[in-house]
C-alpha cells in the first residue's frame, strides 16, 4: 500500500492534510495535465507555496529518503517548492541535501540544459518528488532526464497518490514509490469539514 498514514503519523502530516483538504481540494468538472477528466481537482500548490505548508513537506519527507541520498529533484513547476523545502530543512539538519528542477523542455539558451541545480558526481542517488501521482508520467520525464546524464533514480515520493495508475506504472518500470497520502484521504477528511461547516 503506497498510502504512508501509519508509517508516518505526525503533526507534520496532519497540517498537510487539513490545508489539502480546505485549500487545494475541489469538485466540478476538470480536465487533468494527463488528458483525461476528473469530478475533482488537487491543486498541491495552495498547499506547499505557502510557509506552513512547504515547513511541513520539508520535515515530512526529509526522513523519508534514503540515507544515501545525494539530491532531490522533480519536474518543474509542482515540485520546485517540494525539492527547495526538502533542500533547506536538510541544510538544518545539518544532512545538505542540494535540489535539482527538471525543465519540461531544454533552456533556450546558455548551456541549453534540462537540469537546473549544483552538478552532482556520476552515479549520484537522486529521489524524484512529485506533488500529485495521476498517470506517473509526469515524474517519469523528470527520472528520464536525470538518468540521461548518469545519475541513479530509483525511488519517487509524492505526497498524494491520485490511486490512477501511476503506482502500477512504476512498479512496471521498477521504481520504488511512496505517497504521503491517498486521495481518498483527502476526500473524506474534505466532505468531513463541509459537513461541519
Known amino acids: 500500500m503506497n498510502n504512508q498514514s501509519t508509517l508516518y503519523p505526525s503533526p507534520q502530516r496532519q497540517i498537510l492534510l487539513d490545508l489539502f483538504a480546505r485549500l487545494a481540494y475541489t469538485e466540478g468538472d476538470f480536465?487533468?495535465?494527463?488528458?483525461?477528466k476528473s469530478s475533482y481537482y488537487l491543486n498541491g500548490k495552495q498547499v506547499t507555496l505557502r510557509a506552513e505548508g512547504a515547513l511541513a513537506v520539508g520535515q515530512l519527507l526529509l526522513p523519508m529518503l534514503p540515507a544515501d541520498t545525494q539530491a532531490v529533484a522533480g519536474l518543474t513547476l509542482g515540485a520546485d517548492p517540494m525539492v527547495t523545502a526538502v533542500s533547506?530543512?536538510?541544510?538544518?539538519?545539518n544532512r545538505p541535501i542540494p535540489a535539482l528542477i527538471i525543465r519540461k523542455q531544454?533552456?533556450?539558451?546558455?548551456?541549453?540544459?534540462?537540469?537546473?541545480?549544483?552538478?552532482l558526481s556520476p552515479d549520484a542517488k537522486v529521489v524524484v518528488l512529485e506533488d500529485v501521482v495521476t498517470t506517473g508520467k509526469s515524474a517519469m520525464q523528470a527520472v528520464e532526464r536525470l538518468r540521461d546524464v548518469g545519475?541513479?533514480?530509483e525511488q519517487i515520493i509524492a505526497l498524494v497518490d491520485r490511486q490512477q495508475g501511476g503506482a502500477e506504472f512504476y512498479q512496471s518500470v521498477g521504481l520504488q514509490f511512496k505517497s504521503v497520502f491517498a486521495i481518498t484521504e483527502i476526500q473524506e477528511y474534505a466532505r468531513a469539514l463541509a459537513k461541519k461547516a
Open 88 to 93: 533547506v530543512l536538510s541544510a538544518l539538519a
Open 151 to 153: 545519475y541513479k533514480v
Open 106 to 119: 531544454a533552456k533556450g539558451h546558455g548551456t541549453k540544459a534540462y537540469i537546473e541545480g549544483p552538478s
Open 31 to 36: 480536465v487533468l495535465s494527463s488528458g483525461q
